[in-house]
Structure formats: structure tokens, C-alpha cells
């Protein structure tokens, strides 16, 4: 499902425009990833956790040379899906 795709099932469900329900879904984004950015976890029961995670800098392989390069640390978004999504998928 892409974007415009949620858009429309958002709107079907909540009987909402389409318009209204893209105004919904990029203020949902946007405000995840300032809380994000902030290192603040978003948690929303049933449904999941947005949070960030750090990795290490570590030593890599470019596959093109076969060279050893050093990696980075950097944090990085992860999401962890509750225990409703998860049995939904199930």
C-alpha cells in the first residue's frame, strides 16, 4: 500500500475527504519524527512503538573490492509492533 492508498482507506474509514485525511497522515508523520528527532519514543498501545535506536560504529566489507571500511555510529528509528498488530498479522 502506498501513500495515496492509506489516504483513501484512511478517508473511507473515518468518513473523512481525502484532502482531510492527507492533512491527518502528514501531521501523524511529522510529528513522530520531531519526537524522534527530540530522542523520544512514540508509543501508541496495540498498535506500537516508534523509537530510536544508536548503533555502533563498526568495520565493514565493500562488496564491489572486497576493502575493509569503517562504518559509522548513527542512531536509527526502529519500530516495534504491539501485541493487537501482531496478532492481527498472525
Known sequence: MNKQELVAAMAAKAGLTKADSEKALNAFTASVADALGKGESVQLIGFGTFSVSARAA?????????????????KVAKFKAGKALADKVN
Do not use: F
Open 58 to 74: 563498526r568495520s565493514g566489507k565493500n562488496p564491489h573490492t572486497g576493502a575493509k571500511i569503517q562504518i559509522a555510529a548513527k
